[in-house]
């Protein structure tokens, strides 16, 4: 499995992904699942990946091998002009990957070789922008109504962002917001786990802000994660509190309000 | 979808249990998911239901109808000796009406109609105990390491009972805690939705201590949901601040010791 969490804040974007795949729960390996391609002070573009790794790697790949070669037409990363252009390219990328490797298996191919992808990234004279790009090749596009995408193992960590989000917030709280949905989720889940990769892309500034990889003896993160459970419990401590009496809570509404 | 959760505690056993089933999204209905019986001052159980309705309604029904009969013989709810009796049954119970369902139609039939039950009660003389009966009809019992199960959407309301549990906690505090992991799945799945059914078993009684349902329109629900938020969001404030300068905290990690 895999968890990543892409998030547009009115300062900019913030990524953060984990490292895990698997083949069974005994073949356990560690892969970069993010990517960032830029054209300082024109693009800064982001790629985050769930799903099959041969099939991922496969479009990672080409995407990389096309910014190579600069003359090249068709390549989106560098000369799309908009990043609706890069999604779709993108798209259309990932779609043709798992056609061409369900293809080649045959029967046995149905329904394998699939992934998911979250795009990000700002191209100069635009906002900065985040997709979502499905298997089919298809993408969704976020906006203040739902201002993130997670991929992979999305459930364990959500309701935390859905709660902890605000679109004003400072890049250094949504990281530690991104941290404590990653650690609910490693908690949770083997097939999630360190290290974890972050980026943070400021707005209007066209190169990454900040990137950082927490690894296992990270002092921060182990901080947040050893810290996380008292603080929950502090802030259940602080709910009023049930009583068998008047369990529909007449009573304690008043002295709630 | 579902969301069930038994919790053992010192004290007895919680139980919660929402009430929604539904076909498609445009199909949604009420219906109870958690039922008891009870022999005063010798024996309560109580089953709580996912999966296909028709499949739990079949297997409740069944066991309902023993314990109008109470002569006969396999009455195990009523009879058995101890609670691995009473699992042993149900879970016969369970698989032979999912493999009755099955075989009746076909090709059409496998993989369908599956379900799976939490069970928890006590019997005089003897501990209180909680279960898990799978579809198959085999089953695992919780422990102090793995107090409490899940059935039906599990994952986003997980997270809040992994920190939030203690075994000696007060019921009232449990049920508090299940209120907050419900209200987050409930948040997050429109499969999962109000009434919830609460039951609290304490420890030889042998009676309910305490049986609720919480409403659309229960005050502390409310009041537990909207403040939640809030409470979390100091919960975050009040866990040290990322910093680009020194991500991996070595400074910071000082201060928080």
């Known amino acids: 499995m895999t968890y990543c969490v892409g998030m547009v804040l009115e300062r900019g974007l913030v990524l953060m992904s984990d490292t895990r795949t698997n083949s069974g729960v005994d073949n356990i390996s560690t892969f970069r699942k993010m990517f960032h391609w830029q054209v300082p002070g024109e693009r800064v573009i982001a790629v985050m990946c769930a799903g099959n790794l041969a099939t991922t790697q496969a479009v990672i790949s080409q995407l990389e091998e096309r910014t190579k070669e600069p003359d090249e037409r068709d390549n989106s990363l560098i000369r799309g002009r908009t990043m609706f252009n890069v999604a779709t390219e993108i798209g259309r990328l990932l779609r043709s990957t798992i056609e061409d490797a369900q293809r080649s298996n045959g029967e046995a191919g149905k329904g394998r070789f699939t992934a998911s992808m979250i795009l990000a990234g700002q191209i100069k004279g635009m906002q900065p922008r985040l997709f979502m790009i ?124």
């Open 134 to 257: 499905y298997p089919e090749g298809n993408f969704i596009e976020a906006s203040w109504d739902t201002p993130f995408f997670q991929i992979g193992e999305t459930k364990y960590g959500r309701p935390i962002i859905l709660r902890g989000y605000e679109r004003d917030m400072r890049f250094e709280d949504a990281v530690k917001l991104l941290m404590v949905s990653f650690d609910s989720t490693i908690k949770a889940n083997l097939s999630v786990g360190l290290p974890l990769d972050l980026l943070v892309i400021g707005k209007d500034e066209f190169a990454p802000l900040h990137q950082y990889r927490v690894t296992g003896d990270d002092a921060f993160f182990e901080t947040i994660s050893s810290s996380w459970g008292a603080a929950l419990r502090s802030a259940l401590d602080a709910l009023p509190s049930y009583s068998f009496d008047s369990p529909g809570g007449s009573e304690r509404d008043r002295d709630v309000d």
